[in-house]
């Protein structure tokens, strides 16, 4: 039982807010209206648990998922995800859990958090994480928000953030609505950052310059030294988008490479399950002169024992109610502490050899513009069967029928035609030459056959829908009886 004054105190840390005076209700008919409760039994369908099962376990098997099938969309990172992350972030010892309840209560929680903090301090090269952020995007939106106060704590107001125009679409957005101006740049012929491009829009009124790190064609960017001694010469700062973050780990880390900030994508990194929106991670990484202004608490230790740290007197503020998903930390805690140092060089591996020998195998028939330094995802083009009136969507739908889900398409802006293509690490090679091969008889049927190509995909139970009318006329129900 948690005493009321022990209670009350945690409320005030956490808040701000004192309850000192106030009552705590405790009884559920106390807390709950009269009026508000329900009078009688719900009216709820009688099924056994079989029944129950059987349907979700046939409208599950509807779906494209990674346990079911090879999902090389681009840019996601859609990794296997260990079952024995699912196993041990369910274990009561944390679901059992509430974030108001003292700390003294939650150190084995607390810890998993700390050590988190510190793998991910270390794997990135940086001096403080914040665990805080659910989403890459909102990660983002916490860096710009700490470039924003980082200026304004040395009196200084600029208003653009430079970014090329390779990146994701989440940097702009993020950007924009935190109230800077986005500086757009060409990249090169090679899919890098143009410098003399950039050399042209760098002034005094730069706050910052965004990167993806490998970008989004899958390319290193192997200038960031001379990006960041440009940046940095006019006070601006630099930021990593880390969502590709698994092509490099273990082998260089952005606080290394000239960043001063970051943001992980645990759920894509670090083998979290996402897709629907959720629930993710998206940490931010700091060098020591922002720790500053992270988002409270950290976590901290002191005497052995840890703690929630507000003691930040610049911190941007909660970017999160509590401290984030834990459940997602923990999966990734997992992760990190199952691979180790040498495990996590074998993902950066693995990911990168992967890519490589898919896009060597298909550039003939579906070219890649950008095709140097790749990583552990490459851009290929499907201009070539413009020709035949075939577009990138009928050969991303056609391959949902040979088992695959689709690549990312039209995306980054930059490669006429996109498919974007990441294999990620956890796949072996029967999978990838399978992939290859579908690619190539796609290529021969968009020649040979291209009027079949154009009503694919046939084989999954909802054939092609025309996607402006299904998105304004949203029908999400599913009609069992009436399967092809
Ligand atoms: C996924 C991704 C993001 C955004 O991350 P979310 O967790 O989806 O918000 C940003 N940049 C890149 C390059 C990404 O791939």
Do not use: W
Not at 205 to 231: C, H, R, S, W, Y
Not at 336 to 345: A, Q, S, V, Y
Not at 412 to 420: G, S
Not at 454 to 472: F, G, N, Q
Request: charged share 25%.
């Amino acid at each position: 039982m948690v005493t009321k004054t022990i209670f009350e105190k945690s409320v005030k840390n956490r808040t701000g807010f004192s309850l000192a005076n106030s009552k705590i209700k405790t009884d559920v008919k106390e807390l709950i209206p009269d009026k508000l409760r329900r009078k009688k039994q719900p009216n709820l369908p009688e099924v056994s648990e079989l029944d129950a099962l059987r349907h979700y376990i046939e409208i599950s098997a509807k779906n494209h998922f990674i346990e079911k099938g090879f999902y090389p969309l681009g840019s996601c990172t859609m990794k296997y995800n260990p079952q024995i992350n699912e196993m041990v972030c369910t274990l009561p010892g944390f679901t059992h859990i509430h974030p108001m309840q003292p700390e003294a209560s939650v150190q084995g929680a607390l810890e998993i958090m700390y050590e988190l903090q510190k793998d991910l301090a270390n794997i990135s090269g940086f001096s403080q994480v914040s665990l805080q952020p659910v989403a890459g995007a909102q990660g983002e939106f916490t860096g710009v928000n700490i470039i924003y106060n980082y200026h304004k704590s040395k009196s200084r107001d600029p208003k653009k953030i430079i970014m090329p125009d390779s990146s994701h679409g989440t940097n702009p957005a993020t950007t924009t609505m935190h109230g800077f101006e986005v500086v757009e740049i060409k990249s090169t012929d090679e899919g890098k950052v143009d410098l003399e491009a950039l050399k042209e829009v760098v002034d005094d009124d730069v706050a910052g310059f965004m990167l993806t790190n490998p970008n989004t064609l899958g390319v290193f960017e192997t200038q960031v030294k001379e990006i960041a001694d440009i940046i940095h010469s006019v006070g601006g700062l630099m930021y990593m988008d880390g969502a590709n973050m698994n092509a490099i780990l273990g082998y260089i880390r952005p606080g290394d490479m000239g960043f001063d900030i970051t943001h992980f994508n645990l759920h894509k990194t670090f083998s979290t399950p996402h897709g629907g929106g959720g629930p993710g991670n998206g940490g931010v990484g700091v060098t020591a002169e922002l720790e500053e202004f992270l988002p409270s608490p950290i976590i901290s230790k002191k005497e052995g024992k840890y703690y929630l740290d507000y003691s930040a007197e610049n911190s941007i503020g909660k970017v999160h109610s509590f401290f984030g998903n834990f459940a997602v930390m923990v999966k990734a805690y997992m992760y990190i502490k199952m691979l180790g140092e040498k495990g996590l060089k074998r993902v950066a591996e693995n990911a990168v050899i992967n890519s490589n020998y898919v896009m060597n195998q298909i550039k003939e028939y579906f070219p890649v513009p950008f095709h140097d330094d790749i990583m552990h995802e490459f851009v290929a083009s499907g201009k070539n069967y413009r020709e035949y009136g075939i577009k990138t969507l009928d050969i991303a739908k056609r391959l949902l029928d040979y088992g695959v889900h689709a690549p990312t398409i039209y995306f980054p802006l930059i490669v006429k035609e996109a498919l974007m293509i990441e294999p990620t690490e956890t796949e072996g090679k029967e999978t990838l030459d399978g992939f290859i091969e579908a690619m190539k008889i796609i290529s021969k049927e968009a020649k040979e056959n291209p009027e079949e190509l154009k009503k694919a995909p046939t084989k999954p139970p909802i054939a092609r829908l025309d996607e402006t009318e299904a998105i304004k006329n949203l029908d999400i129900k599913f009609d069992f009886n009436q399967e092809k």
